[in-house]
Structures are given as structure tokens and as C-alpha cells.
């Protein structure tokens, strides 16, 4: 498939470019209108209780959108500054789909006056917002902080394309100088940026069309796009490489490309494909955000795939003979003696290698520490960036009017109106539960009564999720609210998760036993890379929840991780870390078949795959490093996460315990029962047709 695929390339290279010119127009034409499309609600499933009350409160019909003004840093009192907010008042009661606007209210320090402006449901309510928002900031006196509603919606959104284009903007540079350092050329360094660059606009492409069918939420711009670029630069930076070996050995243009896509190729769609894998356990949640960023991430790395196997063997048939065949040489020679810097260091850890699979472990593992002590919630405003209206809006009304950042209630159902003496008993016991400290009781429809318990503490507090059970353990309710939302999401994660991590693991298992006929390097390869996982979201809950230097990163620490994290790092290291592994087991096979003895065929295969994958790690790291410098604290963790999950990988795992784990198991490294060996001999990925980039 790989070989027809390429050769429509080679003979109709402009064709196939002009088809990926479309895809790039298309994409950052049409395709950035997902910006405007961005949500950031998580779900739990329609399923659990409290997706039910909130879809029995809505059965009433949807409350009117509105946002809240806050003047502070100013006495309420002074009558020029009421003069001006009543004149603003005045002027924003009157703009079109403005429905209501409450008086102004001083705080208790009597420096700050808060009102709110309650919209028309109409389709053009954003617009209304804007206007209204844009009347309150001409207010002479104070500080005007406006926030809320479709005015926070469109902020999110906002956020999320400013910190994709600040992220390109300091990546790109970083991305081609160390390509021009690799490569040694301008055009070879170019070309898996240009890669790179159909990869982003097709992602956005693609986001724009499941926003036609279901929600995209703000992450996934950010996600999918680190993906796009990271992968197609990994993809395209294999095939050059191995493209400038082949012209080494032949320097027939059409014919390098042919026996590049044959071998290196073959490489990229199998890589592919175990990233796919991975991604695609996302879809087994409930969740439609997990759902859709599986789906949309499988998309990205199909995208990518055929990008690098179609659009880049048809750029080199035009343009590959100006691009240097690989030297050859002193560094040829340590390739095939495995003498060079990795190859040694391969031999220093297989002189030790259970002092080397210790201590890299242990390492490993006191990262991974702070993982048990992982506290999820949505989060809250201070995931933004303080320069954000919603972001001081949280700040001013927590300075000024602390009653309106309290904790959201807890929200009980139960039949019957509130005046029933049932109900008011319920809300006694509601009432006297520990953590509740007040309770409001309002009619929810004909027949059916909200308590609302307002806790003391918030949502993700141990104390909160206690009095959610607690009040769940009455008869006759039915509880929801957002840490009810919580439990159910957590109880979620907890029940779909070993079936999304088994389809991942068996997918990623049989697709290693393909590739190398054993069944003990694939079951060493998810171990290895989950300590590198674990390692890394340790690390995430060190800064970004616990605090600890997370002020170097413009954030401080939330006491809590958010809910999508977790799982997104999972899932994408893991599939990024499966990648390297093929790279290198597969050298090391491709070795011990020749007749290489054990621990030689591993020192020369790290030597042979040394470079490729360290250069290949550290484009990637710079790449996920740059979301580390957007606003967004969620996006900031998934950098985090993925470049050390990706450093660790490159570094600790392939250069440590590979080889310490290699020289222990030695020739049970390729064992297999004799059934597997027979199919394996059948339908097995052989080297002779599929050899991989060194």
C-alpha cells in the first residue's frame, strides 16, 4: 500500500502538492472559525446523577445568560462615581437585548459596587454583551471589571488561539534552527516544518467539522495542534534523515524516495499507528471532551501520516537533489561497530545493569510520588491569566464581595413543592449534614423541589465530597451540582479507565509482537513507559497543585489538578513513548537476527537509533514547550507533562533501562510461545522489508 501510495507521489508530485495546498487554504481559511465554536464544559455522561438533575432542571428551561460588573478601588460613596454608574446603567438598560440590570450594591468595606446585567436569550447575545461590557469600561472613576456569562465563553476561546499563536511564534525559530543544526540545510530543515505547518491547518479543519456534531472544548485547539506539529515533525525529520542515507548509498533521486518510503516509510505508518492506538482509548469515556479529542487526535495523526508519506516524497522528487546525502565515514564506522557516545554509554549500564534498573527506577518512581496525593476538579478562574477580565472579576469579587465566590451548592431534587412538610424536613436534615452550612429551598417545577446546600469548603475539598455522599445517602433525592458532577466524573474515570488502559495495552502489545515476535519486549516496553508517565504527571501535581515553582511559570498553585490532565498526558505520552521504542528494539532486532551476540546487538542498535531519537525528543519538547508559556494553567500542565514524559523517555528509558533490562532478560528478550512464533512467521513485520531509520 505504502509503495502505490509513494509512487502516485513520484509520478504526479505536483498533483499531490497542489491537493495539500487546498487542504492548507481550506484549513487556515474556513478552519479557524472553530475558534468561535470552543466550549469549556466537561461532562460526565448522561448517565450519572447528576447529568439527570441538571437535565431535569433544564427541562424548566434555561436561565437567561448574564454577567455581573464590579467598580472597585474606590469609595461607593462618592457621588461622582454613583453619577457614572447610573448613567452607565442608564445607557446599557436601553441597547437592544439587554433585559434587565440590577441596582448597584456596595460592598461591606464600601470600596467596590457590583450590579447585574441579565441578557435576552437571543442569538446575538454576545454582541449584546460586548456592548454592554464595552459602555460599563467608559466608567471615568475606579477600576470596571466585567465578566461572566458569554463575555467568560468567549474569553476562553480567545485564550486558547492567543496561546496557539504565541506557542508557533516562539516554537517555529527554536524548531528550524535545531533542524538546520541536524541537517545541515536550509531545504531539508524546511521541509518537516512545512509538514508540520498542513498538519496544523488540516487540524483545524478537522476540529471545525466534529464542531458541526458535537461540543470542541477549548483545550482541544491547543491539544490537537501540539500533536499536529510535534508528530509531523517527528514523522517527516524520520524520512528525511533516512532519505539522506539512502541518496548516500545511491544518488538516483526517484530512487531514494522509493526506498525511503519501503523502509522509513513503513516506520512512520507503524509509529502512526501506535499513537493511534493509544489516543484511541479516549474514546471509551463518556466523557464527549475525552470522546471528541480521542477522535479529533486519531484524525491529527492520520493527517500527519499521510502528509509525511504523500505531500514529503512528492517534495523530494522535485526538490531532493539539493538537499546533501548523509556524510559517511568516521561516522558510518561507528554505526556499524557501535563505538560511538550512545553505543558507550549502552556498555557503561550493561556493566551494572541492576545498580543502573535501581536507581533509574527508583528515580522514577520518587517523581510519580506526588501522583497519589492528585486532587481533581474543574478548576477555576485562576486558570487563567491575570491580565483576563474573568480572572480579576474572580479576584475582585474574592476581595470585595467574598459571598459571591462561594462554593457552588450542592443541588438535591426531591418530588413535591417546598411548602411540603416532607421537604421541609429534608432540608433540616440537608441542613445538619457536616460541611453544609446553609440550605435554599425553591420550586423546580410543578412538582419538584431544588435544596440548595452550600458548603463551607469547595467542590474538590475532602469535607465537600463527604457531604455529597452523605446527602445522596437521604431517601427520596436525587443530587447534582458541581461536586456532585465531580464524584460522578471521578467514579467515571475510575470505572472506564482499566478498560481504556486494556485496549491501549493489548492494542500496543500485539502491534510490538508484529514487530518483533516477542512477547517479553512489549510487556517490558508498558512498563518502562509507565514509569515515565507516572514520573511526569508527578511532576505536574508538584507545580501546577501543590505549588512548587509554579510562579516561574505565571501560575501559582491551585490545590487541585483539572479532571482532563491526567488522562490526556497518559494517553499521549504513551503513545509517543511506544514510538521510540520501535525505533530502537527494532535496530536491536534487526542486529541480533545478523548474528550479533545479545548485549553488542543492543549497544550498536541504541548507537544506530541514538541520534535520530534524541533529536527527534528534543523537537518535540520544544514543541510542547511552548504551550508552557501560554495562560491557560490546564494547557500549561499538558506541556509540562508531555515534556518530561518525552525527556524521561528519550533519556532515562531508552538510554538506562532499556539497556540494563535487555542484558538482564538477554535471550529471553525474543521469547515467545511456539504458537505466537508460527503466526509470527505468518504475519510478522520482517526486517528485510521493513527497516527502520537510524
Do not use: C
Not at 436601553?94 to 461591606?108: I, Y
Not at 488540516?202 to 491547543?222: E, K, M, N, P, R
Not at 551494572?352 to 492528585?374: D, E, I
Amino acid at each position: 500500500m505504502i509503495r502505490t501510495v509513494t509512487a502516485f507521489a513520484i509520478r504526479r508530485p505536483l498533483v499531490v502538492i497542489a491537493a495539500w495546498v487546498v487542504v492548507l487554504l481550506v484549513g487556515f481559511g474556513a478552519g479557524t472559525g472553530v475558534f468561535d465554536r470552543l466550549t469549556a464544559d466537561i461532562d460526565a455522561g448522561s448517565g450519572s446523577e447528576s447529568a439527570r438533575v441538571a437535565e431535569r432542571l433544564g427541562a424548566t428551561g434555561p436561565g437567561p445568560p448574564s454577567f455581573i460588573a464590579v467598580v472597585h478601588g474606590h469609595s461607593a460613596a462618592d457621588p461622582a462615581l454613583r453619577s457614572a454608574v447610573d448613567a452607565a446603567i442608564a445607557d446599557v438598560r436601553a441597547q437592544p437585548g439587554v433585559a434587565e440590570v440590577t441596582p448597584p450594591r456596595a460592598s461591606e468595606g464600601g470600596q467596590a459596587l457590583m450590579w447585574r446585567v441579565t441578557l435576552d436569550p437571543r442569538p446575538d447575545t454576545a454582541e449584546a454583551a460586548q456592548g454592554a461590557a464595552d459602555r460599563f469600561a467608559e466608567i471615568p472613576v475606579g477600576t470596571v471589571t466585567v465578566a461572566g456569562g458569554p463575555l467568560t465563553e468567549d474569553e476562553y476561546g480567545e485564550q486558547a488561539a492567543h496561546d496557539v499563536q504565541r506557542a508557533e511564534m516562539l516554537t517555529t525559530p527554536v524548531v528550524l534552527v535545531l533542524l538546520l543544526l541536524i541537517f545541515g540545510g536550509l531545504l531539508a530543515a524546511g521541509l518537516p516544518l512545512l509538514v508540520a505547518l498542513v498538519g496544523v491547518g488540516a487540524t483545524f479543519g478537522i476540529l471545525l467539522g466534529f464542531s458541526t456534531v458535537t461540543d470542541v472544548s477549548v483545550y482541544a485547539v491547543q491539544v490537537t495542534t501540539m500533536l499536529a506539529v510535534g508528530l509531523g515533525v517527528d514523522y517527516a525529520l524520520l524520512l528525511v534523515n533516512r532519505f539522506r542515507e539512502e541518496r548516500a548509498a545511491d544518488p538516483d533521486v526517484p530512487g531514494a524516495v522509493s526506498r525511503t518510503a519501503a523502509s522509513a516509510g513503513r516506520t512512520v505508518l507503524f509509529a502512526g499507528l501506535t499513537v493511534a492506538v493509544a489516543l484511541s482509548g479516549l474514546t471509551l469515556f463518556p466523557d464527549p471532551f475525552l470522546r471528541s479529542m480521542g477522535l479529533a487526535g486519531v484524525a491529527v495523526v492520520v493527517v500527519d501520516m499521510l502528509a509525511a508519506l504523500t505531500l514529503l516524497p512528492a517534495l523530494l522528487v522535485l526538490f531532493g537533489q539539493r538537499i546533501k546525502p548523509a556524510a559517511s565515514g568516521a561516522s558510518a564506522s561507528q554505526l556499524s561497530s557501535g563505538t560511538g557516545f550512545f553505543a558507550r554509554v549502552a556498555r557503561a549500564v550493561q556493566q551494572r545493569p541492576v545498580v543502573t534498573l535501581l536507581a533509574a527506577s527508583g528515580v522514577m518512581v520518587a517523581l510519580a510520588l506526588p501522583v497519589f496525593g492528585m486532587r481533581l476538579s474543574e478548576g477555576d478562574p485562576r486558570m487563567l491569566p491575570e491580565s483576563t477580565a474573568t480572572r480579576q472579576m474572580y479576584e475582585a469579587l474574592e476581595a470585595h464581595f467574598p459571598e459571591a465566590n462561594r462554593p457552588d451548592p450542592i443541588i438535591a431534587l426531591t418530588p413535591g413543592q417546598p411548602d411540603d412538610p416532607t421537604a421541609r424536613a429534608l432540608r433540616d436534615r440537608i441542613a445538619d449534614v457536616d460541611g453544609v452550612t446553609t440550605v435554599e429551598m425553591t420550586a423546580a417545577g410543578p412538582e419538584l423541589t431544588a435544596l440548595r446546600a452550600y458548603p463551607d469548603e469547595r467542590s474538590a475539598s475532602d469535607r465537600t465530597q463527604a457531604a455529597v455522599q452523605a446527602i445522596r445517602a437521604l431517601p427520596g433525592v436525587e443530587v447534582g451540582g458541581d461536586a456532585a458532577f465531580l464524584a460522578d466524573y471521578e467514579q467515571m474515570l475510575k470505572q472506564r479507565a482499566p478498560w481504556a488502559a486494556g485496549v491501549v495495552v493489548l492494542g500496543t502489545l500485539a502491534l510490538l509482537f508484529l514487530l518483533t515476535g516477542s512477547v517479553v519486549l512489549p510487556v517490558k516496553a508498558v512498563l518502562t513507559n509507565a514509569l515515565s508517565i507516572g514520573a511526569a504527571l508527578g511532576a505536574v501535581v508538584w507545580v501546577f497543585q501543590d505549588g512548587n515553582l509554579a510562579g516561574l511559570l505565571g501560575t501559582e498553585g491551585l490545590g487541585v489538578t483539572n479532571l482532563t490532565v491526567p488522562v490526556l498526558v497518559a494517553a499521549i505520552a504513551f503513545g509517543l513513548s511506544v514510538d521510540y521504542e520501535v525505533f530502537l528494539v527494532s535496530r536491536i532486532r534487526e542486529r541480533w537476527l545478523a548474528g550479533v551476540p545479545s548485549e553488542q546487538a543492543v549497544a550498536e542498535g541504541i548507537q544506530r537509533t541514538g541520534r535520530i531519537i534524541t533529536s527527534a525528543a528534543l523537537l518535540l519538547v520544544v514543541v510542547f514547550a511552548g504551550f508552557l508559556a501560554g495562560g491557560f494553567a490546564p494547557i500549561q500542565a499538558i506541556g509540562l507533562g508531555l515534556v518530561l514524559a518525552v525527556a524521561l523517555d528519550a533519556t532515562v528509558v531508552r538510554m538506562l533501562l532499556v539497556p540494563a533490562t535487555m542484558t538482564l532478560l538477554n535471550r529471553y528478550n525474543w521469547w515467545a510461545p511456539e504458537p505466537l512464533r508460527r503466526a509470527h512467521t505468518r504475519i510478522g513485520l520482517r526486517e528485510e522489508e521493513h527497516q527502520l531509520v537510524a
